[in-house]
């Protein structure tokens, strides 16, 4: 009698007990055989991948030259993202190895809905509110926000994110403006907002958000010369990639005053250390703990995505992709390089 067929290998990478949760639950309708690994993906932990058809991981794992020779070695054929972005991918040396795969959108609204939620904390001071009312301090001194209607609000990069933002904030009534290389025109109209350059965006806007993607064009967007331009006060949301804004340069924005605020969901190096616990050790990233400091700052770790829906919607469309590879159908959701 044939042996029957067993079901192909998934290595998850960087899985924590929600992911688990949310995958197995899909995976009855899959039956894949899965591994799960609490730590990133490394050149020193691909060992681990060995025997896997497929690999899975996540925003912080980075796919470098090395991770691709030893997985593509060991004969895995596919990556996939649990993410929309794909900068911790070696795409150019991925070409013609190892084809990558990621989830493009799983819930634009829970990111705008989470940049939304920084914007308000920070303006409103409900975090310092909050503790101070705990310790029966029913004071306003130093509480003081803006009213949001009628500010001006700049948000860089109309995707998917941006244009689920644009129409929270045009609710607010605040008036928006827009930068992106691809403008959409017809959904601005409809929205009621207007594209700028990216220069009048900085220097009109009282809340900047940064939801663009990390290229070697957006690294370091906002730095001292994007900052010089802004008014005075202004606030920075970024929930699109750490290194969108050069961290040294926003500190000293936020010392001086002409930063009012940042929301940071995300951070130049947060691989270390976003996800973990690490409240029982020294926090040895000096910049980190610096803006750890300012009362003004928010920092979140990675966690804009983090809403059940998103969740489901990112091992539904995960566990697609995959299946699509091993049915030898167009991977819709692939991303490869281009120049
Ligand atoms: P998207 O691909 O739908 O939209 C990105 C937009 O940015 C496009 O309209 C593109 O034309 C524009 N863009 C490209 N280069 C630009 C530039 N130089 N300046 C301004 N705009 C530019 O992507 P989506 O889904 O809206 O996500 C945006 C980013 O948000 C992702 O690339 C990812 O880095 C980040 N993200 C963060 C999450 C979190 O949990 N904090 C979760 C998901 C995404």
Known sequence: MAEAK????IAFFDTKPYDREVFNQLNDDYGYQIKYFQYHITPDNCILAKDADVVVVFVNDIISSDVIDQLAGFGVKL??????????VDLKYAKGKIQ??????????AIAEHTVALMMTLNRKIHRAYFRTRDANFTLNGLMGFTMQGKTAGVIGTGKIGKAL??????????VLAYDPYPDEKHAKEVGYSYVDLDSLMQQSDVISLNCPLTRETKWLIDKDAIGMMKKGVMIINTGRGKLIRTTDLIVGLKSGKVGSAGLDVY???????????SDRVLFDDTLARLLTFNNVIITSHQAFFTREALMNIAGVTLGNIQDFFDG???????????
């Open 268 to 278: 130049e190096e947060e691989s270390e250390f976003f996800f973990e616990d690490l």
């Open 329 to 339: 159908k167009k991977l819709v959701n692939e991303v490869v390089f281009s120049e």
């Open 166 to 175: 644009v129409r929270i904030l045009r609710g607010f009534d605040m008036k």
């Open 6 to 9: 067993s079901k192909p290998l």
């Open 79 to 88: 990556v996939a993202l649990r993410c929309s972005g794909f900068n911790n």
């Open 100 to 109: 990558i795969v990621r989830v493009p959108a799983y819930s634009p609204n």
